[in-house]
């Protein structure tokens, strides 16, 4: 079946500008993350849904993220008055919801603040 | 404090020479380590996970409680094998819990 997939691929903004990131997981999947990596590093943890809600945000650096997931499938990040420090390549992954489930993760969305 | 140390950020091999990617870790309590390879132009995948004690293209990786290690091990490296590696742990039994990760090997396996 089809796997995770984020749109955009890329977005280019300018400082200061508000982002959304969309994640559409495998279908079925109840547990969704969000991760973010910068150049040279792993992937950071985010935030991590179970269903609709936010088991875990204390991933978030700060209050200009926020992210949701409505209906308990699609979730999108939101940046706020994003900073060049924000440019990075954003990560969405999901699994079935189990104990130690696989997590598959998405293409990733490359994010340029200018 | 969860942590994953990669020391190495780049590993060269010679092509059948053996590899072995370096992953040690730090956390208190019973972790699920797992290594995550992604080739070029490919998204991030599970390779392999300590639990499932399984060879996923001929690598293997043994988790060292005692050095608290889960170093990455093929015999006989291959060209497809170049690719970026990661280390990761969650917390085992706690549920669904995020992945900590390393900050990756590339490895490159020279023909």
């Known amino acids: 079946g089809a796997g995770v997939s984020q749109t955009p691929s890329n977005k280019v903004t300018e400082k200061g500008k508000y982002v959304e990131l969309r994640c559409d997981p495998i279908?079925?999947?109840?547990?969704l993350y969000w991760y973010r990596q910068s150049l040279g590093q792993g992937p950071e943890f985010l935030i991590y849904?179970?269903?609709?809600?936010?088991?875990?945000d204390s991933g978030l650096p700060n209050d200009r993220f926020f992210a949701v997931r409505p209906e308990g499938s699609v979730s999108t990040l939101k940046i706020q008055r994003t900073e060049r420090g924000d440019s990075a390549v954003y990560l969405c992954a999901s699994s079935r919801g189990g104990a130690g489930d696989t997590q598959y993760f998405g293409p990733g969305t490359r994010l340029t603040v200018l | 404090a969860q942590r994953v140390t990669q020391p190495e950020k780049l590993l060269s091999v010679f092509k059948g020479a053996p590899v072995e990617l370096k992953c040690n870790y730090s956390?208190?309590?019973?972790?699920?380590l797992f290594w995550y390879v992604q080739y070029s132009r490919q998204r991030l995948q599970l390779l392999l996970r300590?639990?499932s004690r399984e060879s996923i293209k001929g690598f293997t990786a043994d988790l060292n409680k005692g050095e608290t290690s889960f170093h990455l091990k093929k015999p006989f490296a291959q060209e497809e094998d170049s690719a970026m590696y990661y280390c990761a742990l969650s917390g085992g039994n706690s549920g669904n819990t995020p992945l900590v990760f390393g900050k990756g090997t590339r490895l490159s396996v020279i023909a």
């Open positions: 300590h639990i």
């Open positions: 956390y208190s309590g019973s972790p699920e």
């Open positions: 279908s079925g999947h109840t547990a």
């Open positions: 849904f179970q269903g609709t809600g936010a088991a875990d």
